[in-house]
């Protein structure tokens, strides 16, 4: 078997093709599988993208020379047939399938297996080789479905509500935070984003897609506006002075991370939800037994003990390290500025 993807310093490189997959590093070529930054990095010449992806890329990168295709659509790339398929992890993800001389291999990127109603459906596809993440490779992590964790965002924030108090809601700027519109939206109440999240919502709003109606957040707001409603803020908000505003108001944390409940109270939350845009440990487990691949890379995340369960149970895996991970679910890179 060749090698259609080597782990190189600048990122997954395909020497017969001659292109990058989210490389960390200026390249010349980039194929992008979704636009957090961990993913998509600046500096490069060109990009591939899928068209959902485009104006969100254009919204973190800038003006680029971008190259969009639709799923399930081939490019040629020096003899390299490639095409993009759904990853379900955010509006415009995708995994990458390389296809050179009789031999494919799949980059998932990053990817959820629940279909979210926005990301779109998750595609698993037969490879020879599997490169996956594991960023919730334990089996702890066990993700009750999202109308479960919905109902139980929406009776948070009834109750709030009954108390006089603001919900704010802590979630990533760039997917979890416009899975939530359709989990408040039942609930009639008037919903405010942090200027971080409004950016993203009004790129896609631009770019053709249906969202709930939303309010940004303005510094001339009164204070009274927000009582009992509800506002999403990326996670560097927390226990800014931004949002003094919102008092009395309750947090809740939406993240993989709120499976463990001791980090709930570590975050100094009042409430976490274990909503993530990553596959949980059955999800990883069945898409790669789905892939039927030979031979399965395990990146960022719990790469260590993912591939050595692969290769308990007779699928040969090796980990590889990569410059992924720093920014899904920890959201540390939103800039607060962006609020006002």
């Known amino acids: 078997m060749s090698s259609l993807i080597q782990f190189s310093d600048s990122g997954l490189y395909c020497p017969q093709g001659r292109f990058y997959i989210d490389p ?14 961990d993913h998509a990095r600046p500096g490069s010449q060109s990009y591939l993208c899928h068209r959902d ?30 095409s993009l398929h759904p990853a379900g992890h955010i509006i415009g993800s995708a995994q990458v399938r390389l296809e050179y001389q009789g031999e494919v291999w799949v980059v998932s990127g990053d990817y959820k297996t629940e279909n979210d109603g926005i990301s779109g459906v998750f595609e698993p596809l037969k490879c020879d080789v599997f490169i996956t993440e594991s960023t919730f490779g334990l089996p702890i992590y066990n993700w009750k479905p999202q109308e479960e964790i919905f109902r139980s965002i929406q009776d948070w924030i009834l109750k709030n509500h009954a108390e006089g108090k603001t919900s ?19 609930t ?7 200027g971080a ?22 510094p001339d707001m009164p204070k ?4 009992g409603n509800v506002v999403i803020a990326p996670g560097s908000a927390d226990s800014s002075p931004w949002m003094k505003r919102f008092a009395p108001y309750s947090t809740g944390v939406c993240s993989g991370w709120m499976q463990v409940r001791g980090n709930v109270r570590r975050r100094n939350a009042d409430a976490g939800f274990a909503l993530s845009d990553h596959a949980d440990w059955n999800g990883l487990l069945q898409t790669v037994k789905a892939t039927g691949a030979k031979k399965v890379f395990v990146t960022h995340g719990f790469q260590a003990a993912f591939s050595r369960y692969l290769t ?15 920014e899904d679910e920890a959201d540390t890179t939103e800039n607060i500025n962006a609020a006002e």
Not at 312 to 326: L, R
């Open 224 to 227: 009274d506006i927000f009582k």
């Open 53 to 82: 992806s485009l104006p969100l890329l254009e919204l973190r990168l800038g003006p680029n020379a971008y190259q969009i295709v639709e799923w399930n659509e081939p490019v040629f790339i020096n003899g390299v047939k490639v």
């Open 197 to 218: 999240v409004y950016n993203v919502h009004q790129a896609l709003i631009d770019a053709g897609h249906k969202l709930p109606a939303v309010q940004r957040v303005q």
């Open 312 to 326: 308990d149970i007779g699928i040969e895996a090796a980990e590889i390290k990569t410059e992924y991970g720093q």
């Open 24 to 37: 960390w590093r200026p390249v010349e070529k980039a194929i992008i599988t979704h636009a957090h930054s």
């Open 168 to 186: 704010v809601l802590l979630a990533y700027s760039l997917g979890k935070a416009q899975r939530l519109l359709s989990c408040i939206e039942p």
């Open 188 to 194: 009639g109440l008037p919903i405010f984003l942090h």
